[in-house]
C-alpha cells in the first residue's frame, strides 16, 4: 500500500493529466500521512528540474513542487514564466507571503482572482495579508464580506480567530473559532498552532504539546509549529523528539539560523545523561516553591508582614530564617506558628533553602527615561510578546516585570538553561524598541 501511494505521488506531479488545488492536496495529504514521503517529492521536483523541455504547464507544476519544498525564491521564478493561469498566479502570491513581500502578494492574489481561481480561497489569502502587513480591522472586513458555505470551512474559521486574537480584547472569541476550525478540519494546522500558542501562554503544557504534535502533521508544516515543539520537547528532556523537530525545518530550510543554533544546543544537551526519576522531583520541588503565600488562609498581622519582607511564595518562605521573621516588625510566635503550619503542609520548614538566598538585584537607574518609559518597567513581561523559549526563561528566572529584566545582566540570563545567544538578541531587540536596556549595557 505505501508503495503505491509513493507511486502516485510521483505520477501526480510528473503526470500531462490535469494539476490543480485537488491534485496538490493529494500530494500534501501523502506527506503528512508519512513524512518520508517527503524524499519522493524532491525526488519528483529533481526529475521535472532535469527537463529541459518543459511545457509552461509542466513549470507551474515544477514551481508548485519547489514550493512545497520551501524553495520559495525557486518557485516564484519559475512559475513567473509558467503558463500565467489562475494557479501560477495564486501560488506566486503564496511565494510572495513566504518572503513578506506583501504588496506583491495581495497584488498575485487579485491576479488570481480575476484569472478565474476560487475566489474564497484568494479572499481567504487576501484577509491573511492585510492581517500580516497589521490592518486587521481591513482583515475582518474582507471577512465579514465572504457569504455562504465558507463562512463554515476551516480555513476562514480560522483567519477569523487569528484576526480577533490580533485586535486583541476577546480571546474567548478567537479560541472558540479555532476550536469550531478544528471541527471542521481536524488536520487544520493554522487553527492548531493558534489554539497550542493560546495553551502554551497560560501554562497548559499538556494541552499546548497535544496540539502541537497534532499541527506538526500537517504539510507544509509551520516552522513556529516545529520549533514550538521542538523547545517543549527540550524542556521535557526529549531531546530525539526536538532534534526531529529542527530537522525537518532544516530538510526545507537548510541555513535556517535558528533550527540550526537550536539543533546543536538539543543535540549536546542530548548526549548528557540524567536522573529522570530525579528531575521529577526536582520539576515538582520547584512548582510547590512557586506557589504565592496569598494562596492560603493568614492573619492579616501575618499578610502584612510578609509583604513588607518581600515574601511572595514559598520558596521566599524556605530561604528566610525564624529569626529574620521574628526580627520584622509586628511579627510574634503566633504568625510563626501559621507559617510554619503552611510550610508543614507541602513538607518544607522555614530556613530550609536559606544558603540558597538570592542576594537582591541592583536597583535600575531610571533617571534617564521619560515618564512613559518609567511606566513600562512595571508592565509584565508578557507585554514584550516574547518567543516560547525567551518566556520560559523568564518563568525559570522568577522574572514578572519589565523592570525586574532590566535588573539582569547578559551575562546572568545566558546562566538559565536553554537561554542562548539567539534568546539574548531577541530580549535586546524587544527591549531597545521601548529605549531599554539591560543592567551594563
Known amino acids: 500500500m505505501a508503495e503505491a501511494h509513493m507511486l502516485d505521488l510521483k505520477e ?24 518520508t514521503h517527503f524524499t519522493e517529492l524532491k525526488e519528483g521536483v529533481g526529475l521535472l528540474e532535469q527537463d529541459t523541455d518543459r511545457t509552461p504547464a509542466s513549470q507551474t507544476r515544477l514551481g508548485i513542487g519547489q514550493f512545497l519544498l520551501g524553495r520559495f525564491q525557486d ?18 502570491g503564496r511565494c510572495h507571503f513566504e518572503h513578506c513581500d506583501y504588496a506583491e502578494a495581495m497584488a ?24 500580516y502587513m497589521g490592518n486587521a480591522e481591513q482583515a475582518l472586513a474582507t471577512l465579514d464580506n465572504m457569504f455562504g458555505p465558507v463562512e463554515q470551512s476551516a480555513e476562514y474559521l480560522y483567519q477569523r ?25 481536524p488536520q487544520h494546522a493554522g487553527a492548531l498552532f493558534g489554539l497550542a500558542v493560546e495553551n502554551d501562554r497560560h501554562g497548559n503544557d499538556d494541552t499546548a504539546l497535544e496540539l502541537y504534535e497534532r499541527a506538526s502533521k500537517a504539510f507544509p508544516t ?30 526545507c530550510y537548510p541555513d535556517h539560523p535558528q533550527a540550526r543554533l537550536y539543533m ?48 511572595d511564595t514559598l520558596g521566599d518562605l524556605t530561604r528566610t530564617s525564624e529569626a529574620e521573621l521574628l526580627a520584622s516588625k509586628n511579627f510574634g510566635e503566633t504568625s510563626l506558628y501559621e507559617i510554619r503550619e503552611i510550610l508543614s503542609s507541602k513538607g518544607l520548614t522555614l530556613g530550609q533553602f536559606a544558603h540558597e538566598k538570592k542576594t537582591a538585584d541592583p536597583p535600575v537607574d531610571t533617571s534617564h527615561l521619560s515618564p512613559a518609559e518609567q511606566a513600562l518597567l512595571d508592565r509584565p513581561i508578557s507585554d514584550l510578546n516574547l518567543s516560547v523559549r525567551a518566556r520560559k526563561c523568564m518563568v525559570r528566572l522568577g ?13 546572568e540570563l545566558l546562566e538559565c538553561k536553554n537561554f542562548g545567544v539567539t534568546s539574548l538578541v531577541e530580549i535586546r531587540e524587544k527591549l531597545e524598541q521601548h529605549n531599554l536596556t539591560l543592567r551594563g549595557e
Open 399 to 411: 522574572l514578572n516585570t519589565i523592570g525586574e529584566l532590566l535588573r539582569k545582566t547578559a551575562d
Open 222 to 251: 509551520g516552522v513556529g509549529v516545529l520549533i514550538n515543539l521542538g523547545l517543549m520537547s527540550e524542556d521535557r528532556n526529549d531531546f530525539g523528539k526536538a532534534q526531529l523537530c529542527y530537522k525537518r525545518i532544516l530538510d
Open 264 to 311: 546543536k544546543d538539543a543535540s549536546a544537551s542530548g548526549n548528557v545523561l540524567y536522573d529522570e526519576e530525579t528531575q521529577r522531583r526536582n520539576d515538582r520541588l520547584a512548582q510547590v516553591l512557586n506557589i504565592s503565600v496569598s494562596n492560603f488562609e493568614l492573619s492579616v498581622r501575618s499578610r502584612n508582614c510578609l509583604t513588607k519582607m518581600g515574601i
Open 75 to 92: 518557485a516564484k521564478q519559475t512559475l513567473q514564466s509558467a503558463d500565467g493561469g489562475a494557479l501560477a498566479q495564486f501560488y506566486i
Open 161 to 185: 480567530g487569528a484576526t480577533v486574537a490580533v485586535l486583541g480584547g476577546n480571546l474567548p472569541e478567537a479560541v472558540a473559532l479555532y476550536e469550531r476550525a478544528i471541527q471542521a478540519n
Open 12 to 35: 501526480t506531479l510528473l503526470s500531462n493529466a490535469s494539476f490543480g488545488p485537488q491534485e496538490i492536496y493529494v500530494i500534501r495529504q501523502a506527506i503528512s500521512d508519512d513524512f
Open 108 to 131: 498575485s492574489f487579485e491576479a488570481a482572482k480575476t484569472a478565474g481561481y476560487n475566489a474564497d480561497e484568494c479572499n481567504l489569502a487576501i484577509a491573511a495579508v492585510h492581517r
